[in-house]
């Protein structure tokens, strides 16, 4: 008797662990992708704070020093103009992380509404948005977003927009699929059954259990649309001069490769680092949220 | 005389199916196709019948989670085909369900004290501290403890679940739960529990049960009535004790052969049904059994046989009981 009551009492101190929580347990099993978290919160530091503290400003010329090699003044050398490298990579992670954060954002809104409305309400709609995904998959994303960025105009903000753009009908049949399976399951017909209305039932039970996907998904399209971003740099088509993002420091440093290496190499290093890190921590959350790969 | 609480009159559900690109409807499963029967109050009804005879697809359409295509369901005196979607909502409050999967049928991201409040919140019963209260009330009701209100339905065994899935039909206090396959994923020990659960909140809540299963002995351990239901069509109902003991129609016999006994030296006249149940797509003709029954008649290719009183409360859709029926 006396041990049952015990028993009891255990099992009530247990910790009762959320489905969140516990899929933090799991991530943090991932040692690499611990990694991959510890550099995108480096970077995310870096584009904080990291312009306060660099010496050198990042667009002054000092033509005097063109081309210098690292050395203990100029960490990473500077380039063609004389400017500081460092500077301008802390600079650039700003920017980088910025529209890498913001057009995924702004696809994952987008992308969700189209996908609820389709997979939830189904019919005429579902076929509509579902046919118009298709077209914009059919096309290689880098060409649709020249081509976005070609109408809009070649600027940032535009470039940002553009990327935005093409990921949306990934997000939105993410979701869409997402939808589709929940609103079989049987606590749906459940919440009807207790004569919830439609809205409701869609934020407070479809919602939720959709995002799982969501956040995967979306911390890797972060590192797609930061080499996307560089990418429409290099090619003229994103920031423009002398703003010092990444992809824009590597076309702008191009033709010195041979003579002055450190003018590509440090750019480049920073865009592989923060997205092998996006990269890392997306997969190492997938194994958290996804049940079908618990053991 | 009891109060009729529940009347269903020609209710019917055809599900479309379609084809092509343009979606074009070419046929029809028929899943119920005009079945009627009324449920009285305090009284349980069982529903039996094999996968896919349009057991589940009746319960659905009782409280319209699925639109019948034909037929009227009156509950109370009111009559819920003709409502409106959100007074059908609301009406809902009287009536609640059981679920068949208690693994499906709760939110694994919520805890169960936010699973029991929710159809508290969607019928703004009582202020937040009462809400509270009444789920604690409840889960001790249904055999759980107060503390189980912060946990998650993952942390639940198969038993231990279905009794939350019951406590949130009973929040509201409805007056009628139908209950869809409520035990047929428990284990066999749990499912003694709940049924017995089930049986003691209808003595002290006088609940009205419609309670869906395949499993014989489950119905008859329950029941007040049973419904026998074949691709559709409701077949046979009576009085528990008199359906298992002087079974009429051809296919509750065969059901009820199929039963069985756990005595050796038992013997019994065999009713041997043949074949496969048909497609609910392409039923048979006349009366839906006869391409399986042993007792076939002319008559039975052609003509759909009506449920009518053949005894007293008992009711049977057979030519075979054509003569003996009252004009």
């Given at each position: 008797m006396a041990d049952t009551t015990v028993k009891n009492d255990e099992i009530e101190m247990q910790k009762v662990a959320g489905?969140?929580?516990?899929?933090?347990?799991?991530?943090?099993?991932?040692?690499?992708?611990?990694?991959?978290?510890?550099?995108?919160?480096?970077?995310?530091?870096?584009?904080?704070?990291?312009?306060?503290?660099?010496?050198?400003?990042?667009?002054?010329?000092?033509?005097?020093?063109?081309?210098?090699?690292?050395?203990?003044?100029?960490w990473m050398g500077t380039d063609d103009f004389g400017r500081d490298i460092l500077s301008r990579v802390v600079y650039g992670a700003r920017i980088s992380l910025w529209v890498g954060f913001l057009a995924v954002i702004a696809s994952v809104i987008v992308g969700s509404i189209l996908g609820i409305l389709a997979g939830y309400y189904g019919k005429w709609i579902d076929t509509i948005i579902s046919r118009f995904f298709d077209i914009m998959l059919a096309f290689p994303s880098i060409?649709?977003?020249?081509?976005?960025?070609?109408?809009?105009?070649?600027?940032?903000?535009?470039?940002?927009?553009?990327?935005?753009?093409?990921?949306?009908?990934?997000?939105?049949?993410?979701?869409?699929?997402?939808v589709l399976s929940i609103k079989e399951d049987e606590y749906i017909m459940s919440a009807k059954a207790i004569g919830m209305q439609d809205i409701r039932i869609l934020f407070s039970h479809i919602l939720p259990n959709s995002m799982a996907p969501v956040i995967v998904q979306g911390t890797?399209?972060?590192?797609?649309?930061?080499?996307?971003?560089?990418?429409?740099?290099?090619?003229?088509?994103?920031?423009?001069?002398?703003?010092?993002?990444?992809?824009?420091?590597?076309?702008?440093?191009?033709?010195?490769?041979?003579?002055?290496?450190?003018?590509?190499?440090?750019?480049?290093l920073a865009i592989m680092l923060t997205v092998l890190g996006f990269n890392l921590m997306g997969d190492g959350l997938r194994d958290a949220l996804d049940p079908r790969m618990k053991s | 005389m009891t109060e009729q609480l529940l009347k269903v009159e020609g209710l019917k559900k055809y599900f479309p199916i379609k084809s092509g690109i343009f979606g074009k409807v070419n046929n029809y499963v028929k899943a119920v196709d005009d079945i009627s029967f009324s449920v009285k109050e305090g009284?349980?009804?069982?529903?039996?019948?094999?996968?896919?005879?349009?057991?589940?697809t009746t319960g659905r359409m009782l409280m319209r989670l699925l639109e019948p295509t034909e037929g009227k369901v009156t509950f109370d005196g009111q009559e819920l085909t003709s409502l409106s979607s959100n007074?059908?909502?609301?009406?809902?409050?009287?009536?609640?369900?059981?679920?068949?999967?208690?693994?499906?049928?709760?939110?694994?991201?919520?805890?169960?004290?936010?699973?029991?409040?929710?159809?508290?919140?969607?019928?703004?019963?009582?202020?937040?501290?009462e809400r509270k209260q009444k789920v604690h009330e409840f889960l001790e009701i249904v055999g759980l403890s107060s503390y189980h209100a912060k946990r998650y339905p993952h942390q639940f065994s198969g038993g231990q679940r279905q009794r939350i899935g019951i406590a949130r039909a009973l929040m509201t206090n409805p007056k009628l739960i139908i209950a869809d396959e409520p035990v047929s994923a428990l284990d066999v020990s749990i499912q003694a529990q709940v049924l017995n659960l089930m049986q003691d909140l209808q003595k002290e809540l006088k609940l009205t049960y419609i309670f869906i299963a395949h499993d014989l002995g489950v119905v008859r351990h329950i029941s007040d009535r049973v419904g026998v239901m074949y691709l559709g069509n409701m077949a046979e109902m009576?009085?528990?004790?008199?359906?298992?003991?002087?079974?009429?129609?051809?296919?509750?016999?065969?059901?009820?052969?199929?039963?069985?006994v756990p005595d050796p030296a038992f013997e019994r006249e065999e009713v041997v049904i043949k074949g496969d149940v048909p497609s609910p797509a392409n039923p048979p003709s006349g009366c839906r059994f006869h391409t399986r029954c042993p007792f076939k008649m002319d008559i039975c290719e052609t003509t759909i046989p009506i449920l009518a009183e053949v005894e007293k409360d008992h009711y049977v859709a057979c030519h075979l009981y054509e003569e003996s029926r009252p004009q």
């Open positions: 489905p969140w929580k516990e899929a933090w347990r799991g991530f943090r099993k991932s040692k690499i992708a611990v990694v991959g978290m510890g550099i995108v919160i480096f970077f995310i530091l870096l584009a904080i704070f990291g312009p306060l503290f660099t010496l050198q400003g990042i667009n002054e010329q000092d033509l005097s020093q063109r081309f210098q090699p690292p050395s203990s003044t100029y060409l649709l977003a020249i081509a976005v960025v070609s109408v809009l105009g070649p600027s940032l903000r535009n470039a940002l927009i553009a990327i935005a753009i093409i990921n949306v009908p990934n997000f939105g049949r993410l979701i869409r699929s997402k890797l399209a972060i590192a797609t649309a930061i080499i996307e971003a560089a990418a429409l740099g290099f090619l003229g088509l994103g920031a423009q001069a002398p703003t010092p993002e990444w992809g824009k420091m590597l076309a702008d440093s191009r033709s010195f490769l041979t003579n002055a290496p450190w003018t590509m190499i440090f750019p480049g | 009284e349980t009804l069982g529903i039996v019948g094999e996968s896919g005879c349009g057991k589940s007074d059908m909502r609301k009406a809902r409050r009287d009536i609640q369900m059981v679920f068949q999967d208690p693994y499906a049928s709760l939110n694994p991201r919520h805890t169960i004290e936010k699973i029991l409040m929710e159809p508290l919140n969607v019928h703004n019963i009582g202020d937040p501290k009576a009085n528990t004790e008199d359906l298992y003991e002087k079974p009429l129609h051809p296919y509750t016999q065969a059901l009820l052969t199929a039963v069985p």
